[in-house]
């Protein structure tokens, strides 16, 4: 009997940032690609958003314990996003039109 991961592998993708064993972060292959494409957007413009705010600021009074949790943040919208990007590009270009 196949386990559950084996049953779901292709259709439930692990997203690259998960940093434990089990990979409890997927993305679901079978949703609709525009759904994916928008949550992909979505991470990737808080991630640009959240550096021009960084580039307009001055970090005279910012914590040195700051930037690695800064960084942190960027990594996981960023990376979360590019997951996204790269599930959608591959659903829409085998994507066919309905008859």
């Not at 064993?21 to 994916?36: E, F, G, R, S, Y």
């Not at 919208?77 to 959608?88: E, N, S």
Request: charged share 25%; proline share 5%; glycine share 2%.
């Amino acid at each position: 009997m196949k386990s559950w991961n084996e049953l779901h592998s292709d259709r439930y993708r692990p997203v690259d940032s998960n940093l434990t064993d089990t990979k409890p972060l997927v993305i679901d292959t079978d949703a609709n690609p525009q759904d994916i494409l928008e949550c992909a957007v979505q991470r990737l413009r808080a991630s640009s958003d959240l550096l021009q705010t960084l580039y307009c600021l001055c970090f005279k009074h910012a914590d040195v314990e700051d930037i690695p949790h800064i960084t942190h943040v960027l990594y996981l919208l960023t990376k979360d996003g590019c997951d996204l990007l790269q599930v959608a590009q591959q659903k829409m270009l085998s994507w066919k039109a309905p008859a």
